[in-house]
């Protein structure tokens, strides 16, 4: 056992890959692995239930059900047997490039032929953390329908607990991004605006700007990040303009 031990804390029992810990109840996995001496360098992101690095399978002792979670969403519990996992590999859509040729949903089934394998056992909907309907987006791309997937998985945080349980062997959440990059690059109309902001780029229209900020010292730059015009919270698109229009 290791960590300063909070007076009064009720201890639980916990196994982080076969070996024994006594930890506070009330604590995450992921606080509690930091609490009896695990030191994140990977596996561990955001905090927040938002970057998916966290992973993690278990099972309660005498409990025949394999359970998962977030180690920094989910609270350990008495007798918990727990392994993180690190990442899961799947075929990469890049691996002999895609071919554009084909059409949008011709190239999701060309690059993962596997979703048609898809049972449709729901697994994958029941183990999402994100409550994202899973099963739904790979039948939404069985049927051609790439945009509707797309938007169905937007929500994904990549953590690969829905890959680390379905029984067809399918990446759902490298389908929903290929999907989604597809959907973006080759579905939906080019933005004017970012097209006219992209030329000002190359034209050159902000060297000057950031000439100026390069001379600037820390003090300086920290003072005109905290006196900058801020868009308020939720407002809505073109609703806002800040008074100083020069460096738009
Ligand atoms: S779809 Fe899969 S990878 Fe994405 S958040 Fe849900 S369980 Fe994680
Ligand atoms: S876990 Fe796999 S087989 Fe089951 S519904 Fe999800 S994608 Fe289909
Ligand atoms: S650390 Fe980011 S989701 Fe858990």
Redesign the pocket.
Known sequence: MTGPFPRRARYITIYIMGQEYQVPETLTILKAMEFVGYQYKRGCGCRGGICGACGTVYRKQGDHTLHTGLACQTVAEDDMILAQIPFFPANRADHGGVDISLSPDEQIATLYPEIF?????????RTCPMDID??GY?AHFKRGDVMRGAKTSFDCIMCGL?VS????N?S?MNVAMAARRIAAGQMTPRSESTKNRAEQVNAGRYEEMLAELGQMDKEELKTLYVEREREPDLSLPGEWMPHDQSKL
């Open positions: 394998r898809c049972v449709g056992c729901g697994t994958c909907t899973v099963m790979i829905c349980r379905c029984p067809a399918i759902q």
